[in-house]
Each structure stands twice: as structure tokens, then as C-alpha cells.
């Protein structure tokens, strides 16, 4: 029997999860300074700084950019420009153990000790994406928003199990997957199916953001959103099993938000959708008729 999308889709969120919390104890410095030797600079994708405001003016309306989209393009047949960036969990950066993560310091005021537990200089592209990382993880939530920048499996788990429901409401994870591999980030792709809606009367949204340890940005709104699983195909032939969202309400955000520009719209004037990339998780509650993963 061949192994369906949705099948391929779980198997490659289970390696991605694994991945993430592959460690050693005791070796986490070595492999740091290994793993972190080419990163520059905050957020391929642009969502991370969706709802927190420290790098529009890095954003404009480059490639990058080029993930967001209107509920009306959802349909079979729409073709769009779609920026997904090749990042693969296996390059970057794992998890710490949870009581390595919780020794280490995870401040601003404390980048100059960090810079120097991890050997970069001041002023190096780590030293800034590391700086931004911190700030942004410092950034107030907007109105209505819950954020957690999650240093460790175990601490995202907890703040997903804290929106999602506590203990007795199981949720899972789902994630964007090339099913077809090429090394190309933007090009126009093609909705080949009828998206699917997923279920879920919360859901969480967790980011990746560039550090030395795998450090993700979850949020969650109280405002309505809605999940979809697209499936795309690609003008040089890639094929791509996306995770989207659709914002209903963005009144809150920042005028200055990349996909208002994209959009050609203002806050709070029509829901904003976009694409996650890869290495990116969206966290949904089980509904009573699903399955884990």
C-alpha cells in the first residue's frame, strides 16, 4: 500500500520533532558553535515579527515577504508567488536539555556574557541576530495575544498545554512539508486540492527564531483563525504540503505589518492569511474523531 500525503506529512513532523530534541548533556557548547556558524539575521519567513514590531523596516516588500494571501485565494486552481525558505530541521540548530536551557541566561542585558559563552564578537551577524532574538522575545504582546519565547521541548509543551487546555485535552502538532525537494525559495505555486480546514477552536503558532538553541516564538490570539492544509504545486515542479492560517481580526496590529503591503490593505479591513514554513509548528487540539499525529 503507498504511503498518502497525509501519511508522508506525519512521518516528516515526527522526524521534525525528534530532531529538534536530539541533545547530548554536557556537549550543547561544542555543538553550538558548529551549528550556528552561518546564521545572520532574524526570521526567514517574516511571521515571527508579525506581532511584535522590531524589524518592518528589514521586511519591505522583498521575496521574503511574499507569504501572505487573502481567504478569497483559497481555491483550487488560485496561483500565487510563495516564498518558502529551505531550511531543514537537521541544519539547524536542537533544543537544549530543559536544565541546560534554564541555566543559561536569556536576557538583552545579558548579551555581552552570552556573546562570550558562545564566542561572538560584537557587531558579528550572530551577535545581531542574537540581540534581536532577545528583543523580540521581550516585546509586549498586542491586545488580546499570549507569547512565550520557548527555550526548551518541555517549555513549549507546557505553554501549548496552557492555551490548548491543561493536561486532558490532547493536541498535536502540524507542519509544512516538501514532499518534492529543490533548492529554489520563491516561485509561483499552484493550489492543486481543495484546502482542508483544520478543526480547532484554539491553536497555537510557534516560530522559529535565530539563536545559538532552538528557540521558538509561540503565540496564541483570542481572536478567531482559522487552519488550513493546502496542498501546492510548484512551476519547476516542487510539491508542497502547506500549513496556512487565516487572522480574521487584525485590528491590532501594527500599520507597518508586512502584509498590509503585500495585501494592499489597512488593520482590521479584511483577514490575513499566510504560509509556514518548514521548520515552523502550528499546535491544534484533537478533536474526539482524530488520532495522534
Avoid at 2 to 26: F, N, W
Wanted: hydrophobic residues 40%.
Amino acid at each position: 500500500m503507498g504511503v498518502t500525503v497525509r501519511d508522508a506529512s506525519r512521518i516528516i513532523l515526527l522526524h521534525l520533532l525528534l530532531l529538534l530534541s536530539s541533545h547530548c548533556h554536557g556537549c550543547w557548547a561544542r555543538l553550538l558553535s558548529e551549528k550556528l556558524a552561518g546564521f545572520s539575521k532574524v526570521d526567514d519567513d517574516g511571521h515571527a515579527h508579525a506581532h511584535g514590531m522590531s524589524h518592518m523596516d528589514h521586511l519591505m516588500m522583498d521575496p521574503q515577504s511574499m507569504i501572505f494571501f487573502t481567504l478569497d485565494d483559497l481555491k483550487p486552481g488560485k496561483t500565487m508567488p510563495i516564498y518558502f525558505p529551505k531550511r531543514h530541521p537537521s541544519s539547524s540548530p536542537h533544543f537544549l536539555p530543559k536544565a541546560d536551557a534554564e541555566s543559561i541566561p536569556f536576557s538583552s542585558r545579558d548579551l555581552p556574557h552570552l556573546l562570550d559563552l558562545f564566542s561572538f564578537s560584537g557587531g558579528s551577524p550572530q551577535a545581531r541576530a542574537m540581540e534581536d532574538t532577545l528583543k523580540h522575545c521581550e516585546t509586549r504582546p498586542i491586545k488580546g495575544e499570549t507569547k512565550s519565547c520557548a527555550t526548551s521541548l518541555e517549555a513549549m509543551l507546557d505553554f501549548v498545554r496552557g492555551i490548548l487546555g491543561g493536561e486532558s485535552s490532547p493536541f498535536r502538532a502540524i507542519s509544512t512539508s516538501h514532499l518534492i525537494e529543490s533548492s529554489t525559495r520563491f516561485q509561483n505555486y499552484t493550489i492543486l486540492e481543495q484546502p482542508k480546514g483544520v478543526p480547532a477552536s484554539k491553536m497555537v503558532a510557534c516560530h522559529t527564531l535565530p539563536y545559538p538553541y532552538a528557540i521558538f516564538y509561540c503565540h496564541s490570539q483570542e481572536s478567531e483563525n482559522r487552519v488550513f492544509e493546502v496542498v501546492l504545486g510548484g512551476e519547476n515542479g516542487d510539491r508542497v504540503n502547506a500549513v496556512a492560517v487565516c487572522h480574521l481580526d487584525t485590528s491590532q496590529w501594527n500599520p507597518d505589518h508586512p502584509s498590509f503591503r503585500v495585501l494592499g490593505i489597512e488593520p482590521g479591513a479584511a483577514p490575513v492569511c499566510h504560509f509556514f514554513p518548514a521548520d515552523n509548528l502550528v499546535w491544534v487540539p484533537i478533536a474526539p474523531s482524530q488520532g495522534m499525529m
